[in-house]
């Protein structure tokens, strides 16, 4: 799994739950964790402010936590990776979260999108294919 998709999925997650009244304190200390750890790379970049108000909505800031988190490199941290991957377990600990963005693909492929509110339209021309001789 690509390092940038687990820990995004992690702090949505723990975004989406940190915002619930019943939220365990292990949780929210994980998470808290997380995005200190985060917060350490966004630091001092255009994308510091990325994590303000993500508990309010957390998908709705999906694609703009990935962006950061890959320009700023944090997947390569160890730290981020295991308090990610920390936070997951205790969220998530029959790993469903991540299944979902698990793809394999084999054989030819022309396009490809994967998301769960993804829609894509694809136009191929068949005039341009080498006509048999």
């Known amino acids: 799994m690509d390092p940038v998709t687990i820990i995004v999925a992690a702090l949505i997650a723990g975004a989406a739950e940190a915002a619930k009244s019943t939220v365990s304190d292990a949780i929210k200390s994980g998470y808290e964790k997380l995005k200190g750890a985060i917060s350490t790379h966004l630091g001092g970049t255009p994308h510091a402010q990325v994590l303000d108000g993500i508990e309010r909505a957390p998908d709705a800031k999906k694609a703009e936590v990935a962006t950061a988190v890959r320009a700023t490199d944090a997947a390569s941290d160890p730290a981020v990776m295991d308090a990610a991957r920390a936070l997951l377990q205790q969220i998530d600990p029959d790993g469903q979260l991540l299944k ?34």
């Open 100 to 133: 979902r963005y698990s793809l394999e693909v084999k054989g030819n492929v022309y396009g490809l999108v994967q998301g769960e509110h993804a829609s894509v339209t694809m136009n191929f021309d068949t005039d341009d294919k080498p006509k048999p001789t």
